[in-house]
């Protein structure tokens, strides 16, 4: 073969190759054009029920009779503790600027839009992925949008629930002086409420993240065990940061954290065996 004939075969593979990369650029642009439209449908139905939205679930917590109040405090009876009956309070909001409550219902449409349209969302990501995916290693994923959705969920729950009740009953009830008085603005309240919801809701999907990453040989569970006390660390200075600074309460989100992280290193462990098993298949092959 001629200089001319490697140079013009390199030169055709390299075509080749940008072309599929452009494809790849592509896809992955009308995957996120369909994932971005469901999720404005679905803020566009939450917009039109605003009103509704934010009596009923954004300001919820902010009821002294919220059901978590009420349900966490029948708990610490029966067990024969106060530390789960939260102190009596009553907010009072305001509102700073001309068009926040306008643009405050624009956010709240898009976050709680967002939550709605998640499985949607995460299936386009999936089938971008999936066809990347060998056939053995799809099925090790099968119903991978059904698991990540219901800890997606789990974890936007147990903030709303748990975390976000304890951290607005806390603060609402602080006081460095009884000369001063807590009057919340409408955005602070919503941009707490909202970073603790998809704060909780990503963190939950570490299982989903060790699965593939161990999958991929870039993570084992020898590494999780050995770097344990750094994550126990870590898990109790994020729970100290997203909750108000008593002990009880940086346990109540440190614990599934653990237990998450726990979760985490049997997943690995499990992916890692049979990353190994396949590995020596090859071999023996």
């Known amino acids: 073969m001629s200089v001319v004939d490697k140079f013009l075969n390199s ?7 940008e072309m599929a990369f452009v494809d ?3 896809e992955l642009r009308w995957h996120i054009i369909r994932a971005l439209a469901v999720v404005i449908i679905a803020s566009i139905v939450v917009f039109f029920n605003i009103e509704r939205v934010w009596d009923g679930i954004i300001m919820g917590p902010a009821h002294p009779d919220f059901i ?13 503790t106060d530390v789960l009956c939260l102190q009596d309070f009553n907010i009072e909001f305001q509102n700073t600027q001309l068009s926040g409550q306008f643009m405050m219902s624009f956010s709240t449409s898009f976050m709680v ?25 799809l099925k090790y994923a099968r119903g991978i949008v059904f698991w990540s959705s219901l800890l997606f969920f789990t974890g936007v729950l147990f ?4 975390v976000t009740p304890f951290t607005i009953n806390f603060f609402a009830t602080y006081q460095l002086s009884p ?3 807590n009057i919340i603005t409408i955005s602070n309240y919503y941009d707490t409420m909202s970073d603790l919801i998809l704060g909780m ?3 939950f999907e570490l299982p989903i993240v060790v699965f593939f990453l161990s999958r991929i040989g870039l993570l084992t569970p020898q590494l999780m065990r050995s770097k344990r006390r750094y994550a126990i ?5 994020l729970a100290a940061v997203i909750t108000p600074p008593d002990w009880f309460s940086i346990w109540l989100v440190a614990i599934p954290l653990l237990v998450l992280y726990e979760a985490g290193i049997t997943i690995s462990e499990r992916a890692n065996k049979e990353r190994q098993r396949k590995q020596r298949l090859k071999e023996n092959y």
């Open 24 to 26: 790849h650029i592509e």
């Open 159 to 162: 903030a709303y629930y748990i």
């Open 68 to 80: 978590s109040y009420r349900v966490l405090c029948k708990l610490g009876q029966k067990i024969g």
């Open 179 to 181: 000369l001063f008085k």
């Open 201 to 203: 809701g990503v963190v």
């Open 233 to 237: 660390l870590i898990i109790f200075v």
């Open 11 to 17: 030169r055709q593979k390299n075509t080749k190759a």
């Open 113 to 137: 839009g967002f939550i709605v349209a998640f499985p949607y969302v995460f299936w386009e990501f999936w089938r971008f992925i999936k066809p990347a995916l060998k056939p053995n290693e």
